[in-house]
């Protein structure tokens, strides 16, 4: 779907639908009017650089149309969403999971008591991908226990779980890829390990291969993904964390930073 341009020969020559044909004006608020094949006609106005928030009915008019448009129901989105899915696992659906386990609920979530119900429930042996909004503590779970091959986000679509490799003993790990980790000993056998974002935005493509801190196997190892002025962790980074140390005597998420 677009908005008519003066090149709309080259929208039409690519079999887009037309949803406006919109013409901007500067001396009025503007006026918009729907034809009978539901596009919108007319002009929206005083949109000049520089200017604040502009309002205006025919911009309201505008907004309301394409809210319209694009208003899906959760499970007209699953339905899109699932039909994309990787063929090459199975998918789990955690939001049919969690319903089932709290129903009746009206803002259900998984608390971390559940680990053990929701591990039975993800099949042990074969890849999965996982849809449904997780925590980070059960997304670390998954990647050290269950071959979690694939995760759908809401902003990427389905995402495979990048391979992070460990450095060798005494070893930098990569510092150059958005990542920034400290290790903290806990005990003799405890050690805690931050990651942090250095820009707002990872690369996800850039993440196969990094190189995370050596942690020998004997310990037990809490991961704590900090929160920034970009915001925290994507799941995706907490799952290939848990893979790469599913080694160690155990891996976990701080339950804290759910998200």
């Not at 990787?86 to 129903?103: K, N």
């Not at 310990?219 to 907490?238: A, D, I, Q, R």
């Amino acid at each position: 779907m677009t908005i008519r341009s003066a090149n709309s020969s080259a929208v039409a020559s690519r079999g887009l639908p037309i949803i406006a044909d919109l013409r901007s004006v500067l001396e009025d608020s503007g006026e918009l009017r729907p034809t009978e094949s539901g596009e919108l006609h007319g002009t929206l106005g005083g949109l000049q650089r520089g200017r604040g928030v502009i309002h205006s009915p025919a911009l309201d008019l505008l907004v309301a149309h394409l809210a319209s448009i694009f208003a899906f129901s959760e499970a007209d989105l699953a339905r899109v969403h699932l039909a994309a899915a990787p063929t090459e696992a199975r998918v789990v659906r955690f939001d049919e999971l969690l319903r089932r386990m709290y129903p009746g609920d009206p803002s259900p979530r998984f608390r971390l008591r559940d680990l053990e119900a929701i591990l039975a429930a993800a099949p042990e042996r074969e890849p999965i991908a996982a849809y449904g909004r997780i925590p980070v503590w059960l997304a670390t779970a998954l990647g050290a226990q269950r071959d979690l091959r694939w995760q759908f986000d809401a902003r990427l679509g389905w995402v495979r779980t990048p391979r992070f490799n460990m450095c060798s003993r005494g070893a930098a790990p990569t510092t150059d890829a958005g990542l920034v980790f400290r290790l903290t000993p806990l005990g003799h056998d405890r050690m805690q390990l931050d990651a942090s974002k250095t820009a707002y935005y990872l690369d996800y493509g850039a993440m196969d291969g990094l190189c995370v801190p050596y942690i020998p196997t004997e310990m037990h190892v809490t991961v704590n993904g900090l929160e920034t002025s970009g915001g925290g962790l994507p799941l995706w980074v907490f799952a290939a964390l848990g893979r790469v140390y599913r080694n160690c005597a155990s891996v976990q998420a701080r339950q804290a930073h759910e998200r």
